[in-house]
């Protein structure tokens, strides 16, 4: 008997090809065993694809001419042996096209159709074009991001994008196909980018409720305003992490910088967080990062050195891990999370020539 490649092992996924949270989460579920058939206009696939465009690892392309009656049957074909279609198109494209849901799920109700969006399917936004700065604007967060005397600063696209829109979708695809095991029926997914956004912050919301958020920015605990929670500059131009919150991280934190707690400022005394920090900035300036890390290294003070993409890989505990891995040439990371009995194989590099639709999924036994 053929070892899985991991726990999805056997779960077919169509993708018709999109950018960002829709081929993050076919490259998920990718990574943890589905079969997943990326469908892709002909003649994009040289050009779209090469062994630097990560999202696209670890499944096979079919090339079919979505504006053709010979393209679309060809996709209704493939459906018909899916147990998913994902999708990322504005609400109504495949509706136009004649894949929408419910002639998809006439031909195979057991399907389950993902479909993710910045806005959701409905509602007065569902049309407008946006991106992951647009998605997240109307959700608090990023009006929370930023110095109390500076603008909102925007995060990088991951919150809403891929945080927001990618996972949201993979939880919604797996909890759709445990519910079909009951009922035997697929349903449609509708992930919206800003939602999904809008729950990863359900603890800020918690703590808004309890009268532990102030809606003002630079004035909560995690946003950089707490000297205790921020990156102070090392004396190399570099950066150390702090994120010393409770009581005996804090002592370790003052022990290692060699500051008497008894001349400095009461930890909980607001009022006094700025001279606080000048005194921790201080002496973080007298030290290389990698001697701050030296030193922190084996103390339970929540502090660690301020990594950059290209260090990353080399981080002594990604290296213990084998958390990255080159692939085809390309530093990337490698599945998460990790499994005991179905362990995913190294993603394969993305696929530089197309297979014949009519080859794939002949039977659902096979």
């Known amino acids: 008997m053929t070892p899985p490649h991991g726990p999805l092992d056997g779960l077919r996924i169509l993708e018709l090809a999109s950018i960002g949270p829709g081929a993050h989460a076919a490259m998920i579920l990718a990574d943890l065993g589905a079969d997943v058939l990326r469908v892709q206009r002909p003649g ?21 001419n979505l504006k053709s009656t010979n393209g679309i049957e060809q996709i209704l074909d493939l459906t018909e042996r899916a147990d998913v279609l994902i999708e990322g198109y504005r609400p109504g494209v495949t509706e136009r096209l004649g894949i929408g849901p ?130 102070y500059e090392c004396s190399d131009g570099n950066f150390m992490a702090v994120g010393a919150f409770e009581p005996q991280f804090y002592a370790d934190l003052l022990d290692v910088l060699d500051l008497d707690p008894n001349v400095l400022p009461a930890q909980s005394d607001r009022a006094r967080w700025p001279e606080l920090r000048k005194s921790i900035a201080a002496q973080f300036r007298t030290r290389s990062r990698a001697q701050w890390t030296a030193e922190f290294e084996d103390l339970d003070a929540c502090v660690t050195p301020v990594l950059s993409f290209a260090e990353a890989p080399d981080d002594p505990h990604f290296v213990a891990r084998e958390s990255f891995a080159k692939i085809d040439g390309v530093i990337q990371p490698l599945p998460t999370p990790r499994f005991s009995r179905t362990p995913p194989r190294q993603p394969t590099p993305p696929s530089t020539e197309a297979v014949n639709a009519r080859d794939i999924w002949q039977s659902h036994s096979e």
Not at 52 to 57: G, V
Request: glycine share 12%; proline share 5%.
């Open 44 to 64: 994009e696939l040289t050009a779209d694809t090469d062994s630097r465009n990560q999202l696209h690892r670890g499944r096979r392309v079919v090339e079919a």
């Open 102 to 231: 419910t002639v998809v799920r006439d031909r195979n109700p057991a399907l389950v159709y993902a479909r993710v969006t910045g806005w959701g399917q409905d509602g007065p936004r569902a049309h407008k074009a946006g991106h992951d700065i647009n998605f997240l604007a109307p959700t608090g967060i990023l009006h929370s991001m930023g110095r109390a005397d500076d603008r909102p600063i925007p995060p990088l696209n991951i919150i809403a994008g891929f945080g927001g829109g990618s996972m949201f979708l993979v939880a919604g695809i797996l909890s759709a196909l445990w519910e079909r095991k009951t009922s035997g029926q697929g349903q449609v997914i509708d992930v919206s980018m800003a939602e999904g956004a809008a729950l990863l912050a359900q603890h800020a919301w918690s703590m808004r409720a309890d009268g532990g958020w102030s809606d003002a920015r630079g004035e909560n605990l995690v946003d950089g305003s707490c000297p205790f929670w921020d990156t």
